[in-house]
Structure formats: structure tokens, C-alpha cells
Nanobody
Framework: QVQLVESGGGLVQAGGSLRLSCASS????????MGWFRQAPGKEREFVAA????????YYLDSVKGRFTISRDNAKNTVYLQMNMLKPEDTAVYYC???????????????WGQGTQVTVSS
């Protein structure tokens, strides 16, 4: 059983920052590659960022490069997404995901959290 729980979402003004957290209650967090995805109303779920199980490799959606940073703390079974310089187009439900293989596609991941809402006002 792997359970992922996101937190840290909320309402923020454009240009502001938020840090999302994803805590795992499962026993094998350190063996998983982790990803962040987001989904806005009426749109497909899209890749945002990913990090390898040791944390040495990361990938980002082009539009968030330089603004978002993914990191993980395996001792705490937690992955983070630091979001700076937020824009209204970043508004979406953000999901964390886990799999034994790193990827940038929704279908690459088998385990998903419930999501946390991020709303950026202009």
C-alpha cells in the first residue's frame, strides 16, 4: 500500500511563492521516482517536474524552468515542489505521483496523491 498526500496549496498573488509537499505513508518511498503534475479545468493533466529516487536527476516542464524546483528528503518520505514567480496560468490542481521508473508522462506513474489546489490571482 502506497499513499501520497499533497499539502501546501492555496491562493497566492501573481509573483508570489508556494511550497508544495507530498508525504508518503508507504514503506518504500526511497525506491520510488517522484513526479509532480497539474490539471486545470477542462485541460489534460500535464507534467510539471520529476526527480529520481536518489535525487540526482531532475526534469521540468519548459514553462516552469527557473521558477520551480523539485526536491526530496527520503528520510522524511517527502517530496517538495518550490514554486516561485507564480503566474495565473499556473493555477491548477497539483498532484504528486510515484513509480519505480522516472518519467514525464501521466502513464509513467502508478501511484497518485489526491491533489492540492493552487490558485494564482492576477
Amino acid at each position: 500500500q502506497v499513499q501520497l498526500v499533497e499539502s501546501g496549496g492555496g491562493l497566492v498573488q501573481a509573483g508570489g511563492s508556494l511550497r508544495l509537499s507530498c508525504a508518503s505513508s508507504g514503506p518504500t518511498f526511497g525506491w520510488f521516482n517522484m513526479g509532480w503534475f497539474r490539471q486545470a479545468p477542462g485541460k489534460e493533466r500535464e507534467f510539471v517536474a520529476a526527480i529520481s529516487w536518489k535525487g540526482g536527476t531532475t526534469y521540468y516542464l519548459d514553462s516552469v524552468k527557473g521558477r520551480f524546483t523539485i526536491s526530496r528528503d527520503n528520510a522524511k518520505n517527502t517530496v517538495y515542489l518550490q514554486m516561485n514567480m507564480l503566474k495565473p496560468e499556473d493555477t491548477a490542481v497539483y498532484y504528486c505521483a510515484a513509480d519505480s521508473k522516472i518519467g514525464t508522462k501521466v502513464d509513467d506513474y502508478d501511484y497518485w496523491g489526491q491533489g492540492t489546489q493552487v490558485t494564482v490571482s492576477s
